[in-house]
């Protein structure tokens, strides 16, 4: 029993609650009409640490009026629990969360706690704060989409094309989105001669990344043929395909999309690194890095901007969310090779923690944390009416 009167559920069906007449005897109460929200946090990919942050300041935002949250956590060996020292802190008030969820608890079925949820009368809405492999890439999606249930963020064909760069990359050219050069390859193509072949390609130095992965894990800086080497062998340590880029000088622009089927840019931002590039300590360890909202690069690019990165969620099929991030070269630049915004990557569940772009630019444009929440819950049961319509014949 918990202090408000409220029994725990610990299957995941959320929270049932007794009302008592002056006499003592039980009475029936009226339905909780508050939407049940199950947060999914935690994951088996090497951002595991960034999503249970992310999980943390989005259940301390969640309004209790609205949603009875259902905190998940799920260990980095693939374990799903209810997570029980979320839901004590829940319990006592949202000002007991810590700035990091254990993911830790009594351990749950993934498809009794679905079809549990599935089965409840009241509306149930799927938030998983995944990041990277497992989670943002279409499988946790595929889950959810199997049991009937709405989800915050992109669908299934979305979450695994924008996971995978070089795939992405690939969508992206025939959609005509201005890219950095690039090259993808998997380590079944690795030869001894490849790097040479790279760096003739595309010139030093280079980046190279994962093809699966986020937040900077596992991307280098490679300024000669030696350190490609290596850097490729970091990369292949974390995914099996690779993306090598030219290296951009040139600032980095990130953009914060929101919507459905009409997507809304907020006003772009800048990263200004405080390391070499926009490292995964530079994101969450060193705190060198600061974000300009709105990006100095003058009205008409921040135009430019918003549009082109609406034009790359459609190309994705994005819904929901994403960050679109770019590359741009000044085309006044005389130096440079004022190319103007090149893509770099599109990410499908951007952080929510407190140094994160993503609501850094939407409440720049006036809309806060809590309502940002609204808005993904609200188009998490748009899109699933329309997509469940169309697939009832």
Known sequence: MTPNGTVADMTGTGMQRLDHDA???????????????IVLFGGESAEHDVSCTTAAHVLAAADPAKYRITPVGISTDGRWAIAEAAVAALEAGT???????????SEVSPTALL??????????????????PMGEDGTVQGLVELANLPYVGAGVLASAVAMDKAMAKEVLNSAG???????????????????????????????????????????????????????????????????VEEAVVGKEIEVAVL????????????????????????????????AVIP??????????????????????????LSRVDFFWEDPADPDGR??????????????FTPISMFPKMWIADGVTYPEIIDRL???????????RRNTKH
């Not at 006499?23 to 929200?37: F, Q």
């Not at 079809?115 to 990277?132: F, I, K, N, R, Y």
Request: glycine residues 8%; hydrophobic residues 40%.
């Open 23 to 37: 006499d003592g005897s039980d009475a029936p109460v009226p339905p909780d009409e508050r939407i049940n929200l």
């Open 95 to 105: 000002d007991q969360l810590p700035g990091r969820l254990d993911p830790a608890g």
């Open 115 to 132: 079809s549990a949820a599935a089965d409840e009368p009241a509306t149930t809405v799927v938030m998983p704060l995944l990041h990277g």
């Open 177 to 243: 989105i201005p890219q950095a050069a690039f090259r993808a390859f998997g380590e079944h193509e690795l030869t001894p001669f490849l790097p040479q072949d790279i760096a003739d390609e595309l010139g030093l130095p280079v980046f190279v990344k994962p093809a699966n992965m986020g937040s900077s894990v596992g991307v280098s800086k490679a300024r000669t043929i030696e350190e490609l080497r290596d850097a490729i062998d970091l990369a292949l340590s974390y995914d099996e395909m690779i993306v």
């Open 259 to 290: 919507g459905n089927l009409d997507p809304q840019a907020a006003t772009p931002g800048e990263i200004v690194p405080g390391d070499d590039f926009y490292s995964y300590d530079d994101k969450y360890v060193s705190d060198q890095s600061f």
């Open 295 to 320: 990006a100095p690069v003058g009205d008409d690019a921040l135009a430019e901007a918003k549009e082109l990165a609406i034009r790359t969620y459609r190309a994705l099929r994005c819904e929901g």
């Open 338 to 351: 004022g190319r103007g915004f090149l893509c770099n990557e599109v990410n499908t569940m951007p952080g």
């Open 377 to 387: 819950i609200a188009f998490a049961l748009e899109r699933h009416g329309r997509r």
